[in-house]
């Protein structure tokens, strides 16, 4: 079967009875004859029913196909003839395969349609259709999930009705703007727990009683008190309020909220059973273990976070990856560590005095923190050294990358989801107000399984056209009303010629869309010549043909509004082409499906950019040539001294700025250096006399440069508060800031306010190296990713905090055991914390019990984790712009020539017009 099509005849002998055994259909237009012995391969499709059924039963016929002409013996349906070509290598080859450009739940749609099992889909196209089925049952999950309580159902009872309003204060910050306040509120309350947690490590806030006994900090424990306080409400609230009690307590967060406040009440409960209990050393390692269970609180910050909710999803999701890297690093750090100890074991001072150091020793090479504390003294264990380096980059490369794509695609489907889930509420309320019925048919969706949701494909949710969801999505309405196999089909019919592809398109499919260009010409009378031409190219009359100069492939994706509803555009179709397109058939670009218009969108906002660059080099902010001579000189010196692209004397005096700004750099650089500076008589330290004359030249070539500018720009405020011009003034400020105040007496000067004044001035001179990005258009592309990548920043900072805090504290309870301990509170080991997730091991701090040194590797891991995740989003965000950044340079140039070629040519024309009269 898979291997070679078997022959479409069991006795194939080219009799005249071969004709019998053939059927012709017509999918949406493309007509295909199939052979009946064929379609037997597989009796249970609806091809092989409807090639076994008799012509004279007209019911049974149209129930299996849309219409049929028993004249021409062809069967009509109003079906995608690409996703039928697909379906038909079921009876040639035994298994299906999915066309790239074929929307998956369309082709299933098509599958279920025709009667063949997804069983038959191969492998290679099943995946495709899994994730589409997941991606639309978790957007039906998240709108439930802020549209609706768990039941699916508003419940009847005013307790009932209590309890889902409590619910959903607590546990949903979308349903209201007091639920969002409430979770604002948790948020404060657990950074407020963190940061008092952490002060009560540190000495100096450490309070003693009468005694001399260490106690806790009496504000402190206040400020504790209150969070617990909130913290037990809040849990309280919502565990009363959760529809489901057993799942709520043991879910994984709500055992984390129970963890964070379990451990106060505990130790209260043992200091208030009397000094001789909690003397006792079993008890006090208890209190120690509560007290360290306080740092599940910052898991809490999860619930708050979808960043932090993403982040566990990776990682669960890569489990199979992060074993991988503990597999490879395991090996290297034993392997290694036994090289480093036989290398080192010899050397008189060697620092490798067990084995468990050396495995110390490759911990801290393999993953390159290299805090100073253990390294080797020899030939070979400096050359192994090398080599351990090396190999740990390598074992931790290769398992991060694929955990960075893992995270990037769920990262990618998040975003999707929360616009996609934005988009479908919207769409609900409108639907709601125009049908009352439509919310309570997609309620009922709710209390069905999930399988059971993938199998109804979510219709009533994600339907977008005029139809209800069963007319358009599961089976399409009959052709004729009067359908009979009849002489009057023919006229209900119409043959499109696009781009010289033929087509028959069906009148009443039409008729769904009648706002669009097909469906009135085909209820437009063949008579009004007038009329018709305004719709289509040209026509025939003898053939009924409709002709169009139009691009046949665009053609094929317009027609799939009229089957579902929708529109997708294939890859490969210019985006704005397709626009143009969808505006000639009459087409509404809402009608295109969400994955396409990203694309739409991105095309259109190239194209604003392009022409907006070429206005920047050929226009005034004005946008006309001024009249006034005053007004053209400024507008000349404004292109001159803003818009290097605009001559050469403007590129010119760029490069001289850019070269004053390297020298200006320069000379700052080397006026710290101690053997270029000088002392007066008197021994005090002055300027460089060189120095200072080159950075005077400087700073008045930056003055004229600016005062010029401000006085050419078209709006001198927006210049004047505008970024980079800032910058520009942050420049020049503080020399004569400076200047100022040397000149008003050594009695001023010698002021230590106004010596602080001066050096914040001289300090504030940096910013010049930003006026770099003026010229730069590399600069300005990081500029450009970095803002657009504030979100990722952000979930950079939040990973890695949350990272700082919790292995800081750890480190600090775990080396508080040790005499000689670096670690003296929690802000302390922050520094320990930073360096360690980064990899910089400066070498100052660092632990020295076995469990530090086990927390110090797994910081590390999870440091290059956290690091590693969110870079990804913003490198690929920085590569967009840049190539966006290019392209858009090519084609200001590219327009500019052609504007250039067009004004020479109208230039001849009007020198040879008055020649000609």
Known sequence: MCETPRTRYADCNGSETSEDREILVNIGGVKQVLYVDVLNRYPETRLAELANCSVDNANDLLELCDDYDVRKGEFYFDRDPDSFKCITELYYYGEVHMKKGICPMCFKKEMDFWGVDVHFLDECCKG???????ELVQIAEKVHEILYNDEGTTPASVSKRCRLFLWKLMEKPESSLLARAIAILSFLFILLSSVVMCMSTIPELRVHDAGGKEVENPTLESLETACIIWFTIEYVLRLASAPNKVRFAFSFMNMVDFLAIMPFYAVHALTHLGTAVTELASVQHVVQALHAMHLARIFKLARHSSGLQMLMYALKSSLKELSHLLIYIGMGIFLFS???????????????TSFSQSFWWAIITMTSVGYGDVYPKTTLGRCN?????????????????????KFVILYGKQRMLETIAKHEIELLALKSKEDQGFLIESKLLWPLEKDERSLIKLDSIFSTCSCTPAEMCETPRTRYADCNGSETSEDREILVNIGGVKQVLYVDVLNRYPETRLAELANCSVDNANDLLELCDDYDVRKGEFY???????????????????VHMKKGICPMCFKKEMDFWGVDVHFLDECCKGSLNEVEEELVQIAEKVHEILYNDEGTTPASVSKRCRL?????????????LARAIAILSFLFILLSSVVMCMSTIPELRVHDAGGKEVENPTLESIETACIIWFTIEYVLRLASAPNKVRFAFSFMNMVDFLAIMPFYAVLALTHLGTAVTELASVQQAVQALRVMRTARIFKLARHSSGLQTLTYALKSSLKELGLLLMYMGMGIFLFSALGYAVEQSHPDTLFTSIPQSFWWAIITMTTVGYGDVYPRTTLGRCNAAVSFLCGVIAIALPIHPIINNFVIFYSKQRVLETAAKHEIELMALRSKEDGREEQQGPGRR
Request: net charge negative.
């Open 128 to 134: 495709s259709l899994n994730e589409v089925e997941e």
């Open 338 to 352: 036994a090289l480093g100890y036989g290398a080192e074991k010899n050397h008189p001072d060697t620092l490798f």
């Open 385 to 405: 050294t090398a080599i351990s380096f090396l190999c740990g980059i390598i074992a931790i490369l290769l398992p991060i990358h694929l955990i960075m794509n």
């Open 548 to 566: 169009f100069d139009r691009d046949p492939d665009s053609f094929k994706c317009i027609t799939e509004l009229y089957y579902y509803g929708e």
């Open 636 to 648: 000349f010196l404004w292109k001159l001294m803003e818009k290097p692209e605009s001559s050469l």
